[in-house]
Nanobody, 128 residues
Framework: QVQLVESGGGLVQAGDSLRLSCAAS????????VGWFRQAPGKEREFVGA????????YYADSVKGRFTMSIDVAKNAVYLQMNSVKPEDTAVYSC?????????????????????WGRGTQVTVSS
């Protein structure tokens, strides 16, 4: 059974840093990519970025480019989202999702159907 479990969320102040983790289990993810999404109250889910498990290639949404960084720890089967210089508008529930890397181009536009597995999310709250 494939599971994605996010952790690391919390309450931080604007300008702080936070690292989210996405622990993956239940299969080999070498042919997968992992995307991060966020959803703020009353807003639609927003695509944050994606990383390819095999070569670590990444793509970021403009709203987080230069502030957020994704990485993979293959040994721990985990994907990380390092969030620097956070802003109040980064407040949201952050979720990770995994899908076949063959759908990479569609993954980059945040197409939900390209992701097969989803975590439940972790809350990030940024105070001003």
């Amino acid at each position: 059974q494939v599971q994605l479990v996010e952790s690391g969320g919390g309450l931080v102040q604007a300008g702080d840093s936070l690292r989210l983790s996405c622990a993956a289990s239940g299969r080999t993810f070498s042919r997968y990519a992992v995307g991060w999404f966020r959803q703020a109250p009353g807003k639609e889910r927003e695509f944050v970025g994606a990383i390819r498990w095999g070569d670590g290639g990444t793509y970021y949404a403009d709203s987080v480019k230069g502030r957020f960084t994704m990485s993979i720890d293959v040994a721990k089967n985990a994907v990380y989202l390092q969030m620097n210089s956070v802003k109040p508008e980064d407040t949201a529930v952050y979720s990770c999702a995994a899908g076949d890397v063959g759908r990479w181009r569609l993954m980059l536009i945040g197409e939900s159907a390209t992701y097969d597995y989803w975590g439940r999310g972790t809350q990030v709250t940024v105070s001003s």
